[in-house]
């Protein structure tokens, strides 16, 4: 089985920043994409950032300029440095990973557990 565990909850005000750093563990053979996703009050979750295995990134318009997204492959961890953060920030952000483990051929998605980031003054 796989974990993936986020931290860096947090109440931050607008124009402030916040490190997500999300880590992977368990039966990791190896990991393909990773990214970050997140889901407003009542709204769908959506796309974040995403990072191939290469380093090759992909940002939602929203947060482009604003949001950095990177990979430390030898630690399975992926961090997403938020900047400049604005109230409609606020959501709960899920880190996601594609990852092949030794009892299951092929990429299976995996979901963090959520954490919720708050941009209010």
């Known amino acids: 089985q796989v974990q993936l565990v986020a931290s860096g909850v947090g109440l931050v005000q607008p124009g402030g920043s916040l490190r997500l750093p999300c880590a992977a563990s368990?039966?990791?053979?190896?990991?393909?994409?990773m990214a970050w996703y997140r889901q407003a009050p009542g709204k769908r979750r959506v796309l974040v950032a995403r990072?191939?295995?290469?380093?090759?990134?992909d940002y939602a318009d929203s947060v482009k300029g604003r949001f950095t997204i990177s990979r430390e492959n030898a630690k399975n961890t992926v961090i997403l440095q938020m900047n400049s953060l604005k109230p409609e920030d606020t959501a709960v952000y899920y880190c996601?990973?594609?990852?092949?483990?030794?009892?299951?051929?092929?990429?299976?998605?995996?979901w963090g557990q959520g954490t919720q980031v708050t941009v209010s003054s």
């Open positions: 996601n990973a594609d990852v092949w483990t030794t009892s299951r051929l092929g990429y299976s998605a995996y």
């Open positions: 990072i191939t295995s290469g380093g090759n990134t």
């Open positions: 368990g039966s990791i053979v190896s990991i393909n994409n």
